[in-house]
């Protein structure tokens, strides 16, 4: 985190495969760096249909609760941004359309 202020986690959670998406870990990494909610920036993305979406819907609703993470599509307000593609499946078809649509979040003037 000291490189990289730019993460884009698709179809997957923290602690992936455990059963458990533990957010309080992320904001625990976060303070242990030191960083300012404007220092780092998170735009995630999954499907209604992908097997990883049981875990990653949770996490993201629990970061939305703690205070390290300001969830928003106007990364000039907050840091956390996810977007839930309905249909979407565990795919390469899917993946490329995250890309396409997070990756303007991270580059706005």
């Keep these: 985190m000291d490189i990289v202020g730019y993460f884009m986690p698709m179809s997957g959670a923290h602690h992936w495969g455990t059963g458990t998406a533990d957010a309080g870990a992320l904001a625990r990494a976060v303070d242990k760096a030191g960083l300012r909610k404007n220092e780092y920036f ?24 703690l205070s390290q993470f300001e969830y928003t599509s106007d990364f000039s307000k907050g840091n956390l941004w996810f977007i839930l593609a309905n249909g979407g499946e565990h795919s390469w078809y899917y993946v490329r359309q995250y890309i396409y649509n997070c990756l303007p979040f991270f580059f706005r003037q």
Excluded: C, H, R, Y
């Design 42 to 65: 998170i735009m995630s993305a999954t499907g209604t249909s992908d097997f990883a979406n049981p875990v990653l819907s949770p996490q993201i609703e629990a970061m939305k609760k």
